[in-house]
């Protein structure tokens, strides 16, 4: 069975109108009043965020953080100044203390499912108390619920459209404000691709994943979806049936399964020592996106995991000397709520052969 990709769309019905008012609430927001403001994208997010609130400004951003996030910062107006992240994943307090004598305003990356430790979360009270504003990125971490290291940001950032069968949605969250997506047309070339695609992914799966054509016309879909992406950056709203379908389903508590799957496939990987192992440590409350390992020869594995039906992305791959070691080790396994035991058994099988 085919393990990873793009998530198919689900029952038709999860993406009408929704019957239940509730406004949008993550595990982490349920005692706080938080104004959210939706945007076909993280990226459109960033960039609605930064040229509102800080137009022409310097940000500190991690050395180690997906392309999109630095680029939508300078399409806002800004400067991206970087700071260092570590192979574990950690930043150095005297780095951006030295940095924040110019700059004033810090874009936190919540990693994979770290939990901050608690010198870096008084690194980071510090700096608030200063009068820096941080902006907290909780993307690839995005149902997780912490009180001490999670939801701490003046504002926060997620892109939800990679974890839901939805084409699209990236939102700002703030106590103070909120921000307006422009009048436009939601469903752009991107979305009409990704949702195309979306779609027959259905079709494959549930005719038994043996029709190659369909596959390959799912394929293409996904990469034109991609190639619309990555070219047209106009600043859109969130789609009306990306929004039922996170309404409709934000009770359901799905993602308990990754982090089953994620210990399942932790223990599993003791047995191959530094070969393979799991990046980050999950703390309770903690939600992974997937299962970022660290790996040796990890471009040869990613193929060969393809060739045996399982795929995985890379989170990410930097060209930038100082994140190099990190980018040519890192792998995210894919964990989610559509597995269980038999295909986390069958990815350990396949690691197995890899290495033996
Ligand atoms: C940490 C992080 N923030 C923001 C984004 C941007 O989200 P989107 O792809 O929805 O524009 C990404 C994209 O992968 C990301 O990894």
């Not at 991206?80 to 030295?98: L, M, P």
């Not at 979360?121 to 009068?131: D, R």
């Not at 549930?206 to 106009?234: C, P, Q, V």
Request: net charge negative; aromatic share 14%.
């Amino acid at each position: 069975m085919e393990i990873g990709s793009i998530l198919q769309t689900a029952s038709y019905d999860k993406y009408l109108p929704s019957q239940n008012s509730d406004s949008f609430k993550l595990p982490f927001m349920q005692d706080d009043e938080w104004l959210s403001s939706f945007f076909q994208s993280g990226r459109n997010a960033i960039e609605v965020l930064f040229a509102e609130t800080a137009p022409g400004a310097s940000v500190l951003v991690p050395d180690f953080v997906c392309g999109t996030v630095p680029e939508a910062i300078q399409r806002a107006g800004c400067r991206v100044v970087n700071y260092h992240i570590d192979d574990d994943f950690t930043f150095s307090f005297e780095e951006i203390n030295a940095l924040l004598s110019e700059t004033k305003i810090l874009y936190i990356v919540h990693f994979f499912g770290r939990k901050f430790s608690e010198t870096e979360m008084k690194a980071i009270s510090h700096w608030k108390n200063e009068g820096i504003t941080v902006v907290e990125d909780i993307t690839m971490s995005l149902y997780s619920k912490d009180p001490e290291a999670f939801g701490f940001g003046d504002y926060i950032i997620g892109s939800i459209r990679k974890w839901l069968p939805v084409s699209d949605g990236g939102f700002i969250l703030s106590k103070a404000k909120s921000f307006d997506a422009p009048k436009m047309q939601s469903v752009n070339l991107y979305s009409y691709y990704y949702q195309l695609a979306q779609m027959l992914k259905k079709q494959y799966i549930e005719a038994g994943e043996k029709d190659a054509k369909l596959k390959e016309t799912y394929m293409n879909f996904y990469h034109e979806s991609i190639r619309y992406l990555f070219s047209d950056y106009s600043i859109a709203p969130i789609s009306p049936v990306s929004m039922n379908y996170i309404l409709n389903t934000q009770s359901q508590n799905s993602y308990f399964k990754r982090v089953q799957n994620y210990t399942y496939l932790s223990e599993g990987l003791k047995d191959f020592g530094d070969s393979i192992r799991p990046a980050v440590i999950l703390n309770p409350g903690y939600v992974p996106f997937g299962m970022v390992v660290k790996c040796t020869k990890r471009d040869e594995l990613l193929q060969y995991l393809i060739k045996n039906d399982i795929y995985c992305n890379i989170h990410w791959r930097l060209d930038l000397p100082a994140v190099f070691s990190l980018s040519n080790q890192i792998l995210t396994i894919p964990c989610d709520e559509r597995y269980g035991k038999k295909e986390m058994d069958q990815i350990l099988q396949v690691i197995k052969d890899f290495y033996r």
